[in-house]
């Protein structure tokens, strides 16, 4: 009997040691993220329902306070690898909202320059809401869904998507019945590049009617407009996409600002109708063309 209790404690101490070297890893962890984003955890504390469920469990673990003591049934593997792997959306979105107004309105200079700074350091290029002295009549906005456009002459809704997984999710949006601000992508199918093709996807449309000095300077404004890059970021989720303006609209009657093509609607799970929601959209300052269009996911975020 007490040759059984002995091996018993000398089973347990490397459990009790690896135990505490845990604890203290993972109290250094919980501190260093306190220490970087205290503000951006504490916005959190009061808005968690923003957050998706592996977000929050992320940080309620990296976060909560270790009061328990902490047993072998549930120990968890969390590292520093675990610990960078943080949705940095969580971030993003903290950051915009302590800067965005509580309603949809245009945004003083002193607030575009903040969420210029935000954009550009978290995406790790640079956006501005002025590029060349020339900018739209706002940077935030409501924004509503877009039908697809005609490529080049002949092109057809069934004829449209690459994959059929793609003809499932956005043929029911339809083909514009006219074209875009710039007429056709490409002369021909046949001459149509990968470039035309992802223009069209991941397009926007932006009142470029409204722009200070269009009326004076119309035909030097939309060469500027025709296919520029824009970053497009909804506040409240942090998801975001690189478009080009391929449009022009919509009319102020409709009480919205842009319009976003079903794919990047569809990426910044923005709806139409009752549930149009806002988005930023910002200039990408890309003179040499190296910044891919499409969901942002398929960039490396600056992470500092």
């Known amino acids: 009997?007490?040759?059984?209790?002995?091996?018993?404690?000398?089973?347990?101490?490397?459990?009790?040691?690896?135990?505490?070297?845990?604890?203290?890893?993972?109290?250094?962890?919980?501190?260093?993220?306190?220490?970087?984003?205290?503000?951006?955890?504490?916005?959190?504390?009061?808005?968690?329902?923003?957050?998706?469920?592996?977000?929050?469990?992320?940080?309620?673990?990296?976060?909560?306070?270790?009061?328990?003591?902490?047993?072998?049934?549930?120990?968890?593997?969390?590292?520093?690898?675990?610990?960078?792997?943080?949705?940095?959306?969580?971030?993003?979105?903290?950051?915009?909202?302590?800067?965005?107004?509580?309603?949809?309105?245009?945004?003083?200079?002193?607030?575009?320059?903040?969420?210029?700074?935000?954009?550009?350091?978290?995406?790790?290029?640079?956006?501005?809401?002025?590029?060349?002295?020339?900018?739209?009549?706002?940077?935030?906005?409501?924004?509503?869904?877009?039908?697809?456009?005609?490529?080049?002459?002949?092109?057809?809704?069934?004829?449209h998507f690459d994959t059929e997984e793609e003809a499932r999710r956005y043929t029911s949006s339809g083909m514009a019945p006219g074209l875009g601000g710039w007429g056709y992508f490409a002369p021909s199918s046949a001459q149509m590049s990968k470039k035309d093709r992802t223009r069209e996807k991941y397009y926007i449309a932006v009142q470029t009617f409204l722009a200070p000095g269009f009326n004076k300077y119309t035909r030097e404004l939309l060469d500027f407009f025709k296919y520029r890059k824009m970053l497009v970021v909804n506040p409240n989720n942090g998801k975001a996409v690189v478009a080009v303006i391929g449009d022009a609209g919509p009319a102020e009657w409709t009480g919205k600002h842009l319009g976003g093509s079903p794919e990047v609607m569809s990426h910044l799970e923005r709806v139409d109708g009752k549930g149009v929601g806002p988005v930023l959209y910002f200039f990408i300052d890309d003179p040499k063309d190296v910044i891919p269009l499409g969901p942002i996911e398929s960039y490396n975020k600056n992470t500092s």
Request: proline letters at 4%; glycine letters at 6%.
């Open 1 to 159: 009997m007490s040759m059984f209790k002995n091996n018993s404690k000398k089973r347990g101490r490397p459990y009790e040691r690896l135990r505490e070297k845990w604890t203290a890893r993972h109290q250094g962890l919980q501190n260093k993220l306190w220490e970087t984003h205290k503000d951006s955890l504490s916005w959190l504390s009061d808005r968690s329902k923003h957050l998706a469920l592996g977000s929050l469990g992320s940080l309620l673990l990296l976060t909560a306070p270790l009061t328990q003591k902490l047993e072998a049934p549930h120990f968890l593997p969390v590292n520093e690898q675990f610990a960078q792997e943080i949705d940095k959306n969580v971030f993003l979105i903290s950051d915009l909202s302590k800067t965005l107004p509580d309603e949809v309105r245009l945004l003083t200079k002193e607030e575009e320059e903040e969420i210029a700074k935000i954009l550009s350091r978290d995406f790790g290029f640079k956006v501005a809401v002025e590029l060349e002295g020339k900018r739209l009549n706002r940077s935030y906005g409501y924004i509503g869904a877009e039908q697809h456009l005609a490529r080049f002459p002949g092109d057809t809704i069934n004829a």
